[in-house]
């Protein structure tokens, strides 16, 4: 039974009473989504069993409990947003740690009004950094998800190293900036270092891009520690923003030498695939699963406040799914152990060289 104190009941009846509850009663004003993962206790978390998003809606029908649903979406929002770690760019430009990828999206593997809501919700969950590129194919679809609301997003797209020769940068931002219905990107990324060999150059062109209003800032995306010397070697080269890579608890090769070279130079890096890749094998890891059994929230959660635990890096998990993005965003306000992270690190050590 439940008693005074409000402590938690079990079982699908007791889950809704207590939900409704919660969300409706005195402790209102208390971090809502955080108490829906954690519910304050985490010595209930071993015999505790959480409702499913889908269990959960089926309740909400067999109660007409929309209401409560739709306070459990705004409770999301109102964690998500208010307790979100930040990262700085070096010219004082301060974004979400977390955002959204979308090589996959806009392609017709789900509904695209159901993907759109996705990344809306992400949006309004504090992911609001939003990345795309012109060979994705996704820049119209975001353009139409973001529709109304472009002055909460921060926007990146990336230039294919095909098009750098002549006025081809230029002409490729120009195309991107109608897909996107935007009159500037936030960040633009050279894609690739290959075939580039005239960095010079490449960096006057996204200095006239930024003089111009059509760019906020640029950076660069897959460079090496050699790549990123070249380009640092040149006029106006330091200014570069980031450096886009992969990485995740699953893939840290980046942290023998990139990493630590972007550090020094205050440099924040953005790192796609976070939850491994295609497939998301490594949301599957039996460490992962643990720590966010222990944590009462996801496997994604974990590796993602994994990668964004020094400030330093900005994750973008692509999601066309409103259950997966309300799980990634736990991330923003989970804090990982000093025991959990050597158990995860322990679990996928540095490759070796």
Known sequence: MCGATRDVCFGPIADMYN???????ANKQRRLTHDWYHWSDRRRVSTMRLLSRREFSGLCAAFGSSTAASALDAASSTTSTAAG???KFRDGTVVS?????SAGLGKGKRPQPAEEEALRTGVSLGMTVIDTAEIYGSEGFIGRAIAGQRDRVFL??????DHVAGNGIAR???ASLKRLGTDHLDLYLLHWPTRVTNFSRVVAVFE???SAGKIRAWGVSNFKVG???NLFRVRQGDRCATNQLPYSIGDRGIERDLLPWCERHSMPVMAYSPLGGPGAKLLRDPTLVRIGAAHACSAAAVALAWTIRNGNVIAIPESGSVEHVKENAV???LTLTPQDIQALEAAHPLPKR
Do not use: F, I, N
Request: proline fraction near 3%; glycine fraction near 10%.
């Open 19 to 25: 939900l409704v509850d919660h969300l409706t009663g």
């Open 85 to 87: 770690r930040t990262v």
């Open 97 to 101: 740690a977390l955002g959204q990828g």
């Open 156 to 161: 990146v797209s990336k230039v294919s190293p």
């Open 172 to 174: 490729a931002c120009e």
């Open 208 to 210: 006239k891009l930024r």
């Open 227 to 229: 790549d990123m010397e």
């Open 331 to 333: 991330a923003l306000s």
